[in-house]
Nanobody, 127 residues
């Protein structure tokens, strides 16, 4: 049974920062492709950033480049998403995802690549 538990969401003003955490049991240590998706009201789910924990290779969507950083702490079996310079359009439910594969596919932004999803944590950015 895969357990992905997100935390760290909240409400901040535009320009602020948040750090999301995803506790991933032993799967960080087991080295898979993990990452973050988000879904804003009325919109489709969007891949935000993913990380292949064995190679350290990461991918992220253009809209967050230079603002968001995905990282891992193997000792804590935790995946992070550091979000800076937040914008109103970053408002969404953020989900931690696990692909079950050891590398992140080129089609990393396709939600069908991820068999496991957390329950989500809400991020709300006020203008």
């Amino acid at each position: 049974q895969v357990h992905l538990v997100e935390s760290g969401g909240g409400s901040v003003q535009a320009g602020g920062s948040l750090r999301l955490s995803c506790a991933a049991d032993e799967y960080i240590r087991s080295r898979y492709c993990l990452g973050w998706f988000r879904q804003a009201p009325g919109k489709e789910r969007e891949g935000v950033a993913v990380l292949a924990t064995v190679t350290g290779t990461s991918y992220d969507v253009d809209s967050v480049k230079g603002r968001f950083t995905i990282s891992q702490d193997n000792d804590k079996n935790t995946l992070y998403l550091e979000m800076n310079s937040l914008k109103h359009e970053d408002t969404a439910m953020y989900y931690c995802v696990l692909s079950g594969y050891r590398t992140c596919a080129r089609s990393w932004s396709d939600q069908g690549e991820y068999a496991y999803w957390g329950q989500g944590t809400q991020v709300t950015i006020s203008s």
